[in-house]
């Protein structure tokens, strides 16, 4: 409750202000008291409230030294003070008297011009204090005051001196003005206690630790979760100098901080056995000091917040698609591949994936994210092809504005494509995630942990790299220890009918064309070596059917438009195979199969030495 409140010793002036407050401003109270009860009447009338009182000389100064609420006092004016000036010169029966106010600062105003109007010689005489008020007015009456006009206090010492006296009594102006000035105050306490609440409830809803120091280091605020911290109530807090709270180890560097007026980040303190991290900010005004804020927040609290901030990740696309389940192979040396994965795959073991492009190296790696511990969490990919080599490391690793992209991988799986293109430094800080789950983030000396799932593909053997010096052979060493060879389609003919299956189903839904290939057509995409693999065969396959006018794509249109499709260098190497018959094809899959074993594809088709040279030679395939 917000209360203001008006006292007086006067009951002249109580009756006065009775009226006034009463027609205007009836929840305003009006009491009479003497100086000597002022402090108590006004403590027992304010309690359980807040608010600003009315005063005016002696009983004002009183309250100032011994109760908490601010005091508006009595101001007389100019116009106020002369008719003062007036009565006492009405006192003394000759011209140009001496006449002495006694008060407190701020109780009245300039008397020079008054003192010119009235032909009088008028001083005013300050006391510091209710004590001071009896020697100032004996200092006039030294001056040679013939008059004195003050409060009670100076007028009845005068009086005992036989001094004539005017009480300055205020008029119902002078009270008017009083209260306008106090209920300026009165909006002005609304708001700040509007503000104080919304504050105080910001910094209670907060999840860290607040606590608001002054200048020298001493606690004025502290919120809800900072009482949780240290296990005690603000009332105990406040008050207390942080540093030498107990059950609280701090480094020298929060005392040299503070001591510097500077701020501080992310500094490790213990409060009874906890990890907490500290910031802390300067308050600088135009280079001074008003205090400090600070926050504390506990590292398992950390740890759920990024959590959840990598959980969105997850939920925003950070996530693997790729299933074991859903791979369809007869291929011998695909069902080994993805034996070996699926045993990888529960365990954090670093594993590299060799594959030429187009092999789904990509598929492969969220298959074993999904078989993993770490499923639920987010699966980041780090292309190193698209990377600047200058800021590679950053990316990766972070730097001022970006954490990296170890930092959101933390408890998930980072995917490294092209890992032969890692620089010597990220090289290091990757190996040393593997070793011990930490890296130094770039400029700084705390490393970070990281809790990583590393997986990497390449479409090169490193060990030639290696060999140049351009490699770490540690981190191919450990990279080596679980590596995965992920064949092309040349060496799985017997999958090519399935992959071109459903790469046409997927190019049939994708174009709306309900377009079929001639069986000779077929014979040829059969054939064909596919070297640019699964990402070739459906590249060719949509564009086939973009570019058909027909329903039926025959043979010399898929003959043309796989030399269109085949770049120049790759045509020297592969030649587009037109197949003419069953036998051709079945000779073909065969030599490929074997790997041009020529005992393994004599015993798979039951024929003799010469009849196998006799056919390659028919065909065209070089012995």
């Given amino acids: 409750m917000i209360k203001l409140l008006m006292v007086t010793p006067n009951a002249i ?34 309690e359980g409230c807040t608010g600003i009182v009315v005063a005016r000389g002696n009983q004002a100064q009183l309250l100032k030294r011994h109760v908490e609420f601010p005091v508006s006092e009595i101001i007389f004016s100019g116009q106020e003070m002369a008719g003062f000036v007036k009565r006492a010169c009405d006192l003394v029966h000759h011209p140009h008297p001496k006449i002495a106010f006694v008060g407190f600062h701020h109780m009245y105003s300039d008397v020079e011009n008054i003192g010119e109007l009235a032909q009088a010689d008028i001083h005013i005489h300050y006391a510091g204090n209710s004590e001071m008020v009896a020697p100032v ?31 300055v009594d205020e008029s119902v102006d002078c009270l008017r003005d009083a209260l306008r000035r106090a209920l300026l105050a009165m909006d002005a306490i609304r708001v700040e206690q509007r503000r104080t609440v919304e504050f105080t409830s910001l910094l209670n809803y907060s999840f860290d630790a607040i606590l608001k120091l002054d200048a020298k280091g001493r606690i004025e605020i502290v919120n809800t979760v900072a009482e949780n911290v240290f296990h005690c109530p603000q009332e105990q807090l406040i008050g207390k100098k942080f540093t030498e709270l107990p059950d609280m180890k701090i480094s020298d560097m929060v005392t040299k901080t503070m001591t510097r007026q500077e701020n501080l980040y992310a500094s490790v303190v213990l409060i009874r056995n906890e990890r907490y991290l500290l910031n802390i900010a300067c308050i600088d005004v ?56 699926s045993r990888y795959a529960p365990f954090d073991l670093p594993i590299l994936i060799i594959g030429e492009p187009g092999t789904q190296r990509l598929r492969l790696a969220e298959s074993i994210h999904n078989e993993s511990l770490r499923r639920d969490k987010q699966f980041i990919r780090a292309d190193l092809s698209v990377m600047p080599v200058e800021s590679q490391t950053e990316l990766l690793f972070g730097r001022a504005t970006n954490n990296g992209l170890m930092y959101n991988a933390h408890k998930g799986t980072l995917y490294i494509q092209h890992i032969e293109l890692l620089t010597q430094e990220s090289q290091h800080q990757l190996l040393n995630v593997i070793l011990n789950e930490q890296y130094y983030p770039p400029k700084q000396s705390k490393p970070t942990w990281a809790s990583v799932r590393i997986i990497a593909s390449v479409d090169e053997d490193l060990e030639q790299r290696v060999q140049q010096g351009t490699f770490s052979p540690v981190l191919w060493a450990r990279l080596m220890d679980y ?57 060719f396959l949509k564009k086939a059917f973009l570019l058909t006018l027909t329903n039926r794509m ?70």
Avoid at 140 to 155: Q, Y
Avoid at 483 to 507: K, Q
């Fill in 137 to 167: 007015t004996e200092n006039a009456i030294r001056n040679g005051a013939e008059v004195i006009i003050g409060s009670e206090n100076a007028c009845e010492y005068a009086a005992a001196k036989g001094i004539p006296t005017v009480f």
């Fill in 286 to 341: 135009q280079g001074q000091n008003f205090g400090y804020i600070l926050t504390l927040y506990a590292f398992g609290t950390v740890d759920t917040m990024q959590e959840t901030i990598r959980q969105e990740h997850v939920q925003q696309g950070d996530q693997a698609k790729g299933q074991f389940s859903k791979y369809h192979t007869k291929s011998s040396k695909v069902r080994q591949t993805l034996e070996a994965a």
């Fill in 554 to 623: 025959d043979v010399d249109f898929v003959s043309q438009l796989l030399q269109l499709n085949t770049p120049e260098k790759a045509m020297e190497k592969e030649q587009v195979l037109v197949v003419s018959s069953d036998e051709e094809r079945e000779l073909r899959m065969a030599l490929s199969q074997h790997h041009y074993d020529r005992e393994a594809v004599m015993a798979q088709l039951g024929i003799s030495r010469a009849t196998l040279y006799r056919r390659m030679k028919k065909y065209g395939i070089k012995q």
């Fill in 483 to 539: 590596c995965l060879r992920l064949p092309p389609i040349r060496e799985c003919p017997e999958d090519l009918p399935r992959l071109i299956d459903e790469a046409i189903t997927e190019a049939r839904i994708q174009t709306g064309k309900p377009a079929v290939f001639t069986p000779e057509a077929m014979k040829l995409l059969l054939g064909y070596s596919w070297p640019g693999n699964h990402r070739e065969l459906q590249i």
């Fill in 13 to 46: 002036v109580y009756d006065a202000a009775v009226r006034l407050t009463k027609a205007a401003l009836p929840d305003v109270e009006v009491i009479q008291t003497t100086s000597k009860d002022v402090v108590e009447a006004v403590t027992k009338s304010m």
